[in-house]
């Protein structure tokens, strides 16, 4: 990508086992009109399963697991698919259970993962660069802590790496402390570690963005009253908050549901909003009018039906998930410069259903948001702004039923300062396609990749979206 154009696609699957239980993974690399740049092959024991895998328009970042040496693999290729690092190491004492790589724009890639000390949680941060001149560094909780401590990454600049550190008392517990830990980006010194607080209110905080125009820091999520359980209680609206690098500390502006967002939206929209109040920031940008857009999509936690009812019909624990979120429509907020709101449209959507694995009941509606953010879970596949930035589309991707066939069905709602309109389309794939993705082309355009398991084949196909 630069900025919001394609330059190019990448693919890594899983290829074929071979004779003595090996298998082949393959890294493909392709141009815009899908011609292979590169073409690069992986070949492990047959318990070797992918972590991760991102690109920061510099490199391809692959993590690989092998689940009988216990070993972890990283694979850094250029785009052009040159090898540029490999990395193997056994964890000894402090053995990784779940990561994620995440990558920084031409800067490298960031690594979260969860470390164990005795009979606590703690995490570790792993940051490998992409600039000839960087080093890489390693960034770990204390052992000591007396807390169960979890990292996400909540935003970055080319000086600081902003991450989301929850502290629980033990593993169950909902009722965490959340703390914005920053990080320098070059060396990993640790900058600072603050509670996120206020006199007032309690916080949660969903996301964080970089200002594309002057590199800030933002981050978003929602506040409640002061008493709250935000693990159940329904927010009384979001927050925008940005950080101040001279003081490390943050500006802030608060949206109510009722006061601001109300006036903007039906009765119906409103409804949704105050029996949940979860709304999952994807993206923020700024067009050339000045104005700012914050793309969310709602978001409840649900009980699984099938699976309680199996539950109390057995007298057993089900092994299926027992909670699931529920994805339900877009909302577009429209702010000032200063974040004051100036509109909201809704785009109404087919609501989707996600089932989690068991033990999912004791997470957090927003722990769940996010983990389903990190596997691509969400409706939301991206936004695409024109080259002026005088309008931008989002896309997203929701199943539909004709009788007894389920279709995919892309949509795009597009803005501009004079109107909205949405527009969705029948993708017509394959009923035999056991994996459909849809991802950003062109402009007026997407690209249309299916799985034919009968002929073990990967198909693909642009199709046009708008005039």
């Not at 600039?131 to 807390?147: M, N, V």
């Not at 600049?157 to 593993?171: C, P, Q």
């Not at 703390?179 to 600072?192: A, H, P, Q, V």
């Not at 936004?383 to 199943?399: A, M, R, V, W």
């Amino acid at each position: 990508m630069e900025g919001d154009q394609v330059k190019g696609y990448f693919l890594f699957y899983l290829s074929n086992k071979q004779k003595g239980a090996t298998q082949n993974y393959k890294l493909e690399i392709l141009d815009t009109k899908l011609n292979t740049i590169a073409s690069k092959t992986i070949t492990g024991n047959k318990h070797l399963t992918l972590k991760s895998a991102a690109q920061n328009n510099e490199d391809i970042m692959i993590k690989l697991y092998d689940g009988k040496e216990k070993i972890i693999s990283m694979y850094q290729y250029t785009v052009k698919g040159e090898l540029k690092n490999q990395e193997k190491f056994k964890p000894r004492s402090l053995p990784v259970k779940e990561s994620t790589v995440y990558p920084i724009e031409k800067n490298g890639f960031v690594d979260y993962y969860s470390l164990y000390y005795k009979k606590r949680q703690g995490y570790g941060i792993r940051f490998y660069p992409s600039t000839e001149d960087g080093l890489p560094w390693t960034y770990k909780s204390s052992s000591t802590a007396d807390t169960f401590e979890e990292a996400t990454l909540l935003t970055v600049n080319d000086r600081i790496l902003l991450s989301t550190i929850t502290k629980r008392k033990n593993l169950t517990s909902k009722d965490g402390e959340q703390f914005i830990l920053g990080l320098d980006i070059i060396s990993g010194e640790k900058l600072f570690e603050k509670p996120l607080e206020d006199s007032k209110y309690a916080l949660q905080v969903i996301n964080g963005f970089k200002n594309e125009e002057n590199g800030n820091l933002e981050i978003t999520g929602h506040y409640y009253d002061k008493s709250a359980k935000t693990d159940k209680a329904a927010s009384k609206g979001i927050f925008f908050f940005t950080l101040e690098e001279s003081s490390n500390t943050f500006s802030r502006k608060y949206v109510s549901w009722s006061e601001d967002v109300n006036k903007f939206i039906s009765s119906n929209a409103k409804g949704k909003l105050n029996k949940t109040g979860y709304v999952y920031f994807h993206k923020i940008i700024r067009n050339n009018n000045g104005k700012i857009y914050a793309i969310g999509e709602q978001y409840q936690k649900v009980a699984d039906g099938n699976s309680v009812l199996g539950t109390v019909l057995s007298g057993q624990p089900s092994s299926n998930a027992m909670s699931m979120l529920v994805i339900d429509d877009f909302y577009v907020f429209e702010f000032d410069q200063d974040f004051n709101l100036l509109d909201v449209e809704v785009i109404e959507k087919i609501h989707t259903q996600v089932p989690f694995e068991a033990g999912a009941s004791f997470m957090t509606p927003q722990a769940m948001a996010q983990d389903l953010k990190n596997q691509s879970g969400f409706d939301y596949l991206f936004t695409q702004n024109e080259k002026d930035q005088s309008s931008f589309t989002i896309g997203y991707l929701i199943n539909s039923r004709k009788g007894a066939y389920k279709t995919k069905i892309y949509g795009a709602g597009t803005f501009d300062e004079n109107e909205f309109t949405i527009k969705e389309i029948d993708l017509k794939t394959s009923k035999s396609a056991t994996s459909i993705q849809v991802s950003q082309a062109k402009q007026a355009f997407i690209l249309i990749s299916q799985y034919l398991p009968n002929y073990k084949r990967l198909d693909f196909r642009f199709a046009k979206v708008s005039e």
